[in-house]
């Protein structure tokens, strides 16, 4: 017989089904190998979807998109070179019952032509598919139907056109594209808008047209041919294989972030393992004893005790990638709506693969240590054990090269397997820098405990003495509780920050209205009054607005084409597509000025602009350089006069670019405004008011709402946070599994010490006392450890990653860390009870 035959007989019969002894390791796998594969399968399948659904998500193979005109004849000409072509508007506009000008609604208008849509089917809610409307007919959304108590035949006005209603929208193919709506969707014809009135030259209107090309011709090229023509023009392009950019880099995102988060999971379990499987050891001690004087050698224990982890590991990892396939779609149903879904059940072999890896290389890593380190001791040396601990000396353990191989393979998956190769050594770094820094916080303890003065009562004395004594697990405790506790204190202060920002903050600074649309002159001077008599408290802020892009920047001389870069980062949004311009006289409202002068209020000279000062810093403009934008199809250029540092959390009129007045007053343009309501005003009376008196002096104006809006925000952040909770809860449920880990790794050497104790005359009530008071001290220190890694870690992932402000609920966050530390002495008490209960004269015939 083999010696790896005769090892898994030998294995195979010191394990049961039930696993005693390796329980510890088997949850430490299935949570952190279901939460990676769960993720996995999740993220998998929706990149599945958007590559699968890019054509009828984006309505074509190819849509050109300009802000504040339709193409030009040259350009049309172009695109219907190159394939069948859909056009289509879109606005913000106002809906009213035809009967009732009283009642209105903000609507986002969506005007489409016969061809509409390219890819995909449209359908309404009695079941049909249907095509774009015909005539004066409109599909409406179910939010308009809610408002304005419609339905199909009712008579709709937007605008100056008399609309019927042709049914209510059930799936409109092309809405994740679209981006974030500002109000339920009115689908019409391209006849219908002409009779609305509502496109004038400076509209905020934006005209797409969807591409539908021959089979074999490569939409990417085409794109960019037809940039290379039309570098000026202020085009903005996507293609099927990217229909919506911004949820794909969401996508992307939030998958490595919940991959991390799993990471982190697996990273605390690791120490699960390693205390579970030296557990698992000590309580083996007699058995390996035995084995060695029997003839067994190093080679031989190892292979026995590893057989029987790799069985109790592989049952775990199979456990875990079937509950993580099992509770995907628990995850989709908490993020339907928000992103692109597959129905059902979906194995992504791919993901489930890297995580029965990282599984089995976290489980062999960690379990090697007190693996190897039992493989090196004689037997005499092992039943001797709990009264003489065994030396470890200054020599190199065994288990470091392998150790470190392994670590090796977790990083190298690591890095391989992620988008953000970066981000996921940064991550891994700071990891290992955590865990280094709590061992070294522990070895600094047992330092200092051995050097404090002596406490006059007996029970602190002893557990204080418990920190530094041959033997102590203070170490390996340190780096599990104060891991543990960290990522408590991180969770409480990240949920209570983001709590603050949005459900706290926002509602009470934000306006409550913003019109678009407004006309020069006139209409301005309407629009004031009509607030003035329907709201007189209210506040109003109106500036000039209009859209372009910003087509080329630089030095003078040397500017860089934003045509000619292959890629544009995601920290420079202001490179990506149509911007929103204006100009001021004055600095904007809660804008501060950080390099450079604001130019003078009568000023003539040479087109000025101020920059928004972290998209300068993104791009590497500076204070002289020049901007070019492409404005309603002709170019401007200005000189940087100065940056800005914005408060976007203001919610008000937040320009990244705002010029001199000279460089644009004289371009077509509407005013954008603001209306902030009193809070005598905030009635629905004076809404209703606002919103009719609006439609009836200004029909072609439209509002946006900002209430509903931030309804539909926090909903989308609620979807996101349910998805981050949910495997947060996995690192949170690990760390519990951690802290049970690491008290039941010291429990064997207690119980010597518990029965020595007993001998002398100790009751159980003043063991109970002494070993309360022991982890009392280590959890004080690690309570103040825990806060400064988890406050610090959570306030990179507020400030740094979400760019919010620090506002964390440090009450909730005490309270949190209160809990853990309670939770560490519950478990600590309940875990030691069975060493209580062992009778002296049965553990020392055992010794």
């Given at each position: 017989?083999?010696?790896?035959?005769?090892?898994?007989?030998?294995?195979?019969?010191?394990?049961?089904?039930?696993?005693?002894?390796?329980?510890?390791?088997?949850?430490?796998?299935?949570?952190?190998?279901?939460?990676?594969?769960?993720i996995?399968?999740?993220t998998?399948?929706?990149?599945?979807?958007?590559?699968a659904?890019?054509?009828s998500?984006?309505?074509?193979?190819?849509?050109?998109t300009?802000?504040g005109?339709?193409?030009?004849?040259?350009?049309?000409?172009?695109?219907?070179?190159?394939g069948?072509?859909?056009?289509?508007?879109?606005?913000?506009?106002?809906?009213?019952?035809?009967?009732?000008?009283?009642?209105?609604?903000?609507?986002?208008?969506?005007?489409?032509?016969?061809?509409?849509?390219?890819?995909?089917?449209f359908?309404?809610?009695?079941g049909r598919?249907?095509?774009?409307?015909q005539?004066?007919?409109a599909?409406?959304?179910?939010?308009?139907?809610?408002?304005?108590?419609v339905?199909?035949?009712?008579?709709?006005?937007?605008g100056?056109a008399?609309?019927?209603?042709?049914?209510?929208?059930?799936?409109e193919?092309?809405?994740?594209?679209e981006?974030?709506a500002?109000?339920?969707t009115?689908?019409?014809?391209?006849?219908?808008?002409?009779?609305?009135?509502?496109?004038?030259v400076?509209s905020?209107a934006?005209?797409?047209y969807?591409?539908r090309?021959?089979?074999?011709?490569?939409?990417?090229a085409?794109a960019?041919?037809?940039k290379?023509?039309?570098a000026?023009?202020g085009?903005?392009?996507k293609?099927?294989?990217?229909?919506?950019?911004?949820?794909?880099?969401?996508?992307?995102?939030?998958?490595q972030?919940l991959?991390?988060?799993?990471?982190?999971?697996?990273?605390?379990?690791g120490?699960?393992?390693?205390?579970?499987?030296?557990?698992y050891?000590?309580?083996?001690r007699a058995?390996?004893?035995?084995?060695?004087?029997?003839?067994?050698d190093a080679?031989?224990?190892v292979?026995?005790?590893?057989?029987?982890?790799a069985?109790?590991?592989?049952?775990a990892?199979?456990?875990?990638?079937?509950?993580?396939?099992?509770?995907?779609p628990?995850?989709a149903?908490?993020?339907?709506?928000?992103?692109?879904?597959?129905?059902?059940?979906?194995?992504?072999?791919?993901?489930?693969?890297?995580?029965?890896a990282y599984?089995l290389?976290i489980?062999?890593t960690f379990?090697?240590p007190?693996?190897l380190?039992?493989?090196?001791?004689?037997?005499m040396?092992?039943?001797?054990?709990?009264v003489a601990?065994?030396?470890r000396?200054?020599?190199?353990p065994?288990?470091?090269?392998?150790?470190?191989?392994?670590?090796?393979?977790?990083?190298?998956?690591?890095?391989?397997?992620?988008?953000?190769?970066?981000l996921?050594?940064g991550?891994?770094?700071?990891?290992?820098?955590?865990f280094?820094?709590?061992?070294l916080?522990?070895?600094?303890?047992?330092?200092?405990?051995?050097r404090?003065?002596?406490p006059?009562?007996?029970?602190?004395?002893?557990?204080?003495?418990?920190?530094h004594?041959?033997?102590?697990q203070?170490?390996?405790?340190?780096?599990?509780?104060?891991?543990?506790?960290?990522?408590?204190?991180?969770?409480?202060?990240?949920?209570?920050?983001?709590d603050?920002?949005?459900?706290?903050?926002?509602p009470?600074?934000?306006?409550?209205?913003?019109?678009?649309d407004?006309?020069?002159?006139?209409?301005t001077?309407t629009?004031?009054?009509l607030?003035a008599?329907?709201?007189?408290?209210?506040?109003?802020?109106m500036?000039p607005?209009?859209?372009?892009?910003?087509?080329?920047?630089?030095?003078?001389?040397?500017?860089?084409?934003v045509?000619?870069?292959?890629?544009?980062?995601d920290e420079?949004?202001?490179?990506?597509g149509?911007?929103?311009l204006?100009?001021?006289?004055?600095?904007?409202?809660?804008?501060?000025?950080?390099?450079?002068?604001?130019?003078?209020?009568?000023?003539?000279g040479?087109?000025?602009?101020s920059?928004d000062?972290?998209?300068?810093?993104?791009?590497?403009?500076k204070?002289?350089?020049?901007?070019?934008?492409?404005?309603?199809?002709?170019?401007?250029?200005?000189?940087?006069?100065?940056?800005?540092?914005?408060?976007?959390?203001?919610?008000?009129?937040n320009?990244?670019?705002?010029?001199?007045?000279?460089a644009?007053?004289?371009?077509?343009?509407?005013?954008?405004?603001?209306?902030?309501?009193?809070?005598?005003?905030?009635?629905?009376?004076?809404?209703r008011?606002?919103?009719s008196?609006?439609?009836?002096?200004?029909?072609?104006?439209?509002?946006?709402?900002?209430?509903?809006?931030?309804?539909?925000?926090?909903n989308?952040?609620?979807?996101?946070?349910?998805?981050i909770?949910?495997?947060?809860?996995?690192?949170?449920?690990?760390?519990?599994?951690?802290l049970?880990?690491?008290?039941?790794?010291?429990r064997?050497?207690?119980?010597?010490?518990?029965?020595?104790?007993?001998?002398?005359?100790?009751?159980?009530?003043?063991?109970l006392?002494?070993?309360?008071?022991e982890?009392?001290?280590?959890?004080?220190?690690?309570?103040?450890?825990?806060l400064?890694l988890?406050?610090?870690?959570?306030?990179?992932?507020?400030?740094?990653l979400?760019?919010?402000?620090?506002?964390?609920?440090?009450?909730?966050?005490?309270?949190?860390?209160?809990?853990?530390?309670?939770l560490?002495?519950?478990?600590?008490?309940?875990?030691?009870?069975?060493?209580?209960?062992?009778?002296?004269?049965?553990?020392?015939?055992?010794?």
């Amino acid at each position: 017989m083999s010696r790896w035959a005769l090892a898994w007989r030998l294995a195979r019969r010191g394990l049961d089904w039930r696993f005693r002894g390796l329980r510890l390791l088997i949850v430490c796998l299935v949570l952190g190998t279901a939460a990676l594969s769960a993720i996995g399968t999740l993220t998998g399948g929706i990149g599945r979807e958007l590559a699968a659904r890019g054509q009828s998500m984006l309505g074509g193979d190819l849509e050109l998109t300009l802000a504040g005109r339709e193409a030009a004849a040259d350009e049309l000409a172009a695109m219907r070179g190159m394939g069948a072509v859909s056009q289509g508007v879109r606005l913000q506009a106002m809906a009213r019952r035809a009967e009732n000008a009283d009642d209105a609604v903000p609507v986002e208008l969506k005007a489409v032509d016969a061809r509409w849509p390219l890819y995909g089917a449209f359908t309404v809610e009695d079941g049909r598919k249907a095509g774009a409307p015909q005539g004066m007919t409109a599909w409406i959304d179910p939010g308009v139907s809610d408002r304005l108590g419609v339905k199909a035949g009712d008579r709709l006005k937007i605008g100056q056109a008399d609309l019927v209603i042709g049914g209510v929208i059930a799936g409109e193919p092309d809405r994740l594209s679209e981006g974030f709506a500002l109000g339920p969707t009115v689908i019409v014809s391209e006849e219908a808008l002409a009779a609305s009135g509502l496109v004038q030259v400076g509209s905020m209107a934006r005209w797409k047209y969807r591409l539908r090309v021959p089979g074999k011709a490569d939409p990417a090229a085409l794109a960019d041919a037809f940039k290379a023509r039309f570098a000026s023009s202020g085009f903005q392009v996507k293609t099927r294989d990217k229909a919506s950019p911004g949820l794909d880099r969401f996508v992307d995102r939030m998958g490595q972030f919940l991959v991390l988060v799993a990471l982190a999971a697996l990273g605390i379990a690791g120490i699960g393992i390693a205390g579970g499987v030296s557990s698992y050891l000590e309580a083996r001690r007699a058995s390996i004893a035995t084995l060695k004087i029997l003839g067994a050698d190093a080679g031989d224990i190892v292979r026995i005790y590893l057989l029987q982890i790799a069985a109790a590991a592989g049952a775990a990892i199979a456990l875990g990638l079937l509950l993580g396939v099992g509770i995907t779609p628990l995850l989709a149903r908490a993020l339907e709506g928000l992103l692109p879904i597959p129905p059902g059940f979906t194995v992504d072999a791919g993901a489930l693969a890297v995580a029965g890896a990282y599984g089995l290389l976290i489980a062999l890593t960690f379990a090697a240590p007190p693996l190897l380190d039992a493989r090196r001791v004689p037997a005499m040396a092992l039943l001797r054990a709990r009264v003489a601990p065994l030396g470890r000396g200054w020599r190199v353990p065994l288990w470091a090269a392998p150790v470190g191989l392994g670590l090796s393979g977790i990083a190298a998956l690591a890095v391989l397997t992620s988008p953000q190769p970066w981000l996921a050594a940064g991550f891994l770094g700071g990891a290992a820098a955590v865990f280094a820094l709590l061992a070294l916080i522990g070895r600094g303890l047992s330092w200092a405990a051995a050097r404090l003065p002596r406490p006059k009562r007996p029970l602190l004395r002893m557990a204080l003495g418990n920190l530094h004594r041959p033997g102590a697990q203070t170490s390996a405790l340190v780096v599990a509780l104060g891991f543990a506790l960290a990522a408590f204190v991180m969770l409480a202060a990240v949920q209570s920050s983001i709590d603050a920002n949005i459900a706290k903050r926002v509602p009470e600074r934000a306006p409550d209205y913003f019109v678009l649309d407004v006309p020069k002159g006139a209409g301005t001077e309407t629009f004031k009054a009509l607030v003035a008599k329907t709201a007189p408290r209210a506040g109003v802020r109106m500036v000039p607005s209009m859209r372009g892009a910003v087509i080329a920047y630089g030095p003078e001389g040397a500017m860089t084409e934003v045509a000619t870069l292959k890629a544009i980062p995601d920290e420079t949004w202001l490179l990506r597509g149509d911007r929103g311009l204006t100009y001021s006289v004055d600095i904007p409202q809660g804008n501060v000025l950080t390099e450079g002068r604001w130019w003078p209020k009568d000023y003539k000279g040479e087109p000025l602009v101020s920059v928004d000062a972290d998209q300068a810093k993104a791009i590497g403009l500076k204070v002289g350089d020049m901007v070019r934008i492409s404005l309603l199809g002709t170019e401007r250029q200005a000189r940087v006069a100065s940056l800005r540092r914005i408060d976007w959390s203001s919610f008000g009129f937040n320009y990244a670019l705002v010029f001199s007045p000279n460089a644009l007053e004289d371009a077509p343009h509407t005013y954008a405004a603001t209306i902030t309501l009193a809070a005598p005003e905030k009635r629905q009376a004076v809404r209703r008011a606002i919103l009719s008196g609006l439609v009836k002096a200004l029909p072609e104006s439209s509002v946006i709402e900002v209430g509903p809006v931030l309804g539909q925000a926090r909903n989308l952040l609620g979807q996101v946070g349910t998805a981050i909770f949910a495997a947060a809860s996995v690192a949170v449920l690990a760390g519990l599994a951690v802290l049970a880990g690491a008290i039941a790794a010291a429990r064997a050497a207690r119980q010597y010490d518990s029965v020595i104790l007993r001998v002398l005359g100790a009751s159980r009530g003043q063991l109970l006392a002494l070993l309360a008071a022991e982890y009392a001290l280590l959890s004080a220190v690690l309570a103040l450890v825990a806060l400064a890694l988890g406050g610090g870690t959570a306030w990179l992932v507020i400030v740094e990653l979400f760019e919010f402000d620090w506002a964390p609920d440090w009450g909730r966050v005490f309270a949190v860390l209160g809990g853990g530390v309670a939770l560490v002495l519950v478990l600590a008490v309940t875990g030691s009870l069975s060493v209580l209960r062992t009778r002296p004269a049965e553990a020392l015939r055992a010794l």
